[in-house]
């Protein structure tokens, strides 16, 4: 069974740091990795979709690495500001086909400061 | 822009009266997700169509039904809403990209049971 984990469940930052959020699964036969942005009582917006073949994916200030034998995915938030507060989740799919269904970690809630 | 729809954003219903939330799509997808959603938890996939094939999870409670009159549309109904179905109700769509099945979400409808 997959199980995906993102620690820590929350994160305060000041604005203008780099930071780095985590993602591990237990399963590394992961077809590819998702990453979507929640905003409080708002629905998931996909950020970055990472294929198993890949080891990077850039958007913006974004950046998404996945390195599937070690089952770990990070998503690089650079030069962070206030509007990037929100919670992050990863999810995996069990499977490449659409029949897929999606795993999610249960999201870092993160925080940028003025 | 094309887009997953849902409405209404909110629902308030009473203990055991039915409610129907709907979602529409304008991407032309031929999946269609139902996720619910608890507060600080993962989303977690009630049921899904593939065209008009319906799966349905298997420990999705039987209080949970769904309709897909066509493409564009997916209805979810809780015949009896309980107060532990109180949730944010996320509907997704997907297709085949290069990166296998990215899925795209709606705003959500939050349902509140009273």
């Known amino acids: 069974k997959q199980e995906v984990t993102q620690i820590p469940a929350a994160l305060s930052v000041p604005e203008g740091e780099n930071l780095v959020l985590n993602c591990s699964f237990t399963d590394s036969a992961i077809y590819n990795l998702q990453w979507f942005r929640q905003d409080p009582g708002k629905g998931l917006t996909s950020l970055l979709l990472?294929?198993?073949?890949?080891r990077e994916q850039t958007s913006g200030r974004l950046n998404a690495s996945l390195d599937k034998s070690s089952g770990r995915s990070t998503l690089y938030i650079a030069a962070s500001q206030p509007g990037d507060s929100a919670t992050y989740l990863c999810?995996?799919?069990?499977?490449?086909?659409?029949?897929?269904?999606?795993?999610f970690g249960k999201g870092i809630t993160l925080s940028v400061r003025p | 822009d094309a887009m997953v729809i849902q409405n209404p954003r909110y629902q308030v219903t009473q203990f055991g009266k039915p409610v129907t939330l709907s979602c529409s799509q304008t991407l032309n997808h031929n999946v269609m997700y139902w996720y619910q959603q608890k507060s600080s938890q993962a989303p977690k996939l009630l049921f899904h169509?593939?065209?008009?094939?319906?799966?349905n999870e298997a420990d999705t409670p039987d209080n949970f039904q769904s309709r897909r009159p066509n493409t564009s549309f997916c209805f979810l109904d809780i015949r009896s809403p309980g107060l532990g179905d109180a949730a944010m109700y996320l509907c997704?769509?997907?297709?085949?990209?290069?990166?296998?099945?990215?899925?795209?979400f709606g705003p959500g409808t939050r349902l509140t049971v009273t």
């Open positions: 169509y593939y065209d008009k094939d319906f799966n």
């Open positions: 997704a769509t997907s297709r085949e990209g290069s990166g296998g099945y990215e899925q795209y």
């Open positions: 990472i294929q198993s073949s890949q």
């Open positions: 999810a995996v799919p069990l499977g490449g086909g659409a029949n897929s269904k999606l795993t």
